[in-house]
């Protein structure tokens, strides 16, 4: 089992830059495949971005391509989402997900959740 926490949330203005954090707790962090998703109000949650077990491959929305960067540390049982050139709708809850294999993260089927933080692009 593993237990995510998101932090790095916060207010910035349309072309800034945020990062967010992801910290877990467990024995087997490398173990897990993890993703980001956000919802945004009146819509339903979306994929962002996800990374492999060891960092070696990443796959983005194309939404975000080119623009959000997810990378994670083992060591530190960490994942971040570098965030460049936030839009307006970017605006959303970002939450971190992780499973032992690609398939429930990338379709947003994970067993394990962020309780998630807020991420607001003013225009």
């Known amino acids: 089992q593993v237990q995510l926490v998101e932090s790095g949330g916060g207010l910035v203005q349309a072309g800034g830059s945020l990062r967010l954090s992801c910290a877990a707790s467990?024995?087997?962090?490398?173990?897990?495949?993890l993703g980001w998703f956000r919802q945004a109000p009146g819509k339903e949650r979306e994929f962002v971005a996800a990374?492999?077990?060891?960092?070696?491959?990443?796959y983005y929305a194309d939404s975000v391509k080119g623009r959000f960067t997810i990378s994670r540390d083992n060591a530190k049982n960490l994942v971040s989402l570098q965030m460049n050139s936030l839009k307006p709708e970017d605006t959303a809850v970002y939450y971190c997900?992780?499973?032992?294999?690609?398939?429930?993260?990338?379709?947003?089927?994970?067993?394990?959740w962020g309780q998630g933080t807020q991420v607001t692009v003013s225009s």
């Open positions: 467990g024995r087997t962090f490398s173990s897990y495949y």
């Open positions: 990374i492999s077990w060891s960092g070696g491959s990443t």
């Open positions: 997900a992780a499973d032992t294999g690609p398939w429930a993260v990338v379709t947003g089927t994970s067993n394990y």
